[in-house]
C-alpha cells in the first residue's frame, strides 16, 4: 500500500512540480535587430522563437509571440514531428480577447495560460524540456567533420536543398507560391541557421519569410524543416 501511495503522489506532484518549474525558454535572435525609425510610424511584425526541447525520437518543442492585428500579443506553442515535418500538437492563445472575454495579458501571463497543456504534451511525447539547445546560425556548417550547406532559393516557390561533399545532394522542402503574392506582396526568404538534435544525425533547418503586409508592415516570420544528415542524398 505504502508504495502505491508514494507511486500515486510522484506522479502527481512529479507533474505539478514540471509544470511550476516549466519556465519560458530563451529566445534564439534568428532575425535582424531594427533600429527605431524618425520619419512617421514603421511598423515590423516578427515572429520570436522559443525552442523548448527534443525527444529520442525526432519529436521538436517550441514556442513563438507575434502581434496579431486582430488579437494583440499572440503566442503559439508547437510540438514538431521533424521526420515528417508535421505539426502535431499545438495551442495558441491571445492578448486581448479569448472565450469572448476581454484580458490584457503580457506573455508572462499568456505563457501561464499553456503552462499546463504543453506540460502534458510534453510527457506525452517523451520531450524534456530546458535543454542545451544546439543553435547554429547561417546556411552551412561542419558536422561530425563533415560539410554542409542548406541552399534556400526562390524563384516561383521557396525550394532548400541540403549539399554534402561526398554525399550528394537532396532537395529538403520546396512550395509553391504564386507569382502574384511576390510581384505584390514582396516575399523574401533566407536560411538562418540549424538546429542540432542532441540524440541523433539531424537537425532542423530555421528560415526566415518576410513580407509586406497590412498598412506596409514588414511580417517576417520563421519556419521549420527536417533534415536527416546521412540520408536520402543523391
Known sequence: ??????????????????????????????YEAKEAVDEGPHYTVTTTF????W????KFAYAKFFDSYADGLTLVVVVQDVTSDKVIWSK???????DGE?????????WN?????LEK??????????????????????????AYKFALTTNK??????????????????????????????????????????????VLVLYLISQKGFEFATDESFDLVGCHLTKGFK
Not at 495558441?92 to 479569448?98: D, K
Not at 495560460?113 to 497543456?117: E, Q
Open 92 to 98: 495558441e492563445v491571445y492578448a486581448l480577447v479569448e
Open 121 to 146: 504534451a510534453l510527457i506525452t511525447y517523451k520531450i524534456s524540456p530546458n535543454q542545451s539547445i544546439d543553435y547554429r546560425k547561417e546556411s552551412w556548417h561542419r558536422i561530425n567533420g563533415q
Open 50 to 53: 522559443h525552442p523548448i526541447g
Open 157 to 202: 516557390k521557396i525550394q532548400i536543398d541540403c549539399r554534402a561533399k561526398g554525399l550528394g545532394e537532396k532537395n529538403i522542402y520546396q512550395q509553391k507560391i504564386s507569382e502574384t503574392d511576390f510581384e505584390y506582396s514582396e516575399i523574401g526568404a533566407s536560411v538562418k541557421g540549424i538546429i542540432k538534435s542532441p540524440y541523433e544525425d539531424r
Open 102 to 110: 476581454e484580458q490584457n495579458l503580457d506573455h508572462k501571463g499568456l
Open 55 to 58: 525527444s529520442k525520437d525526432g
Open 113 to 117: 495560460k499553456v503552462k499546463n497543456s
Open 1 to 30: 500500500m505504502k508504495y502505491l501511495i508514494l507511486f500515486l503522489f510522484c506522479l502527481f506532484y512529479g507533474k505539478n512540480i514540471l509544470a511550476q518549474a516549466l519556465e519560458l525558454p530563451k529566445e534564439i535572435v534568428y
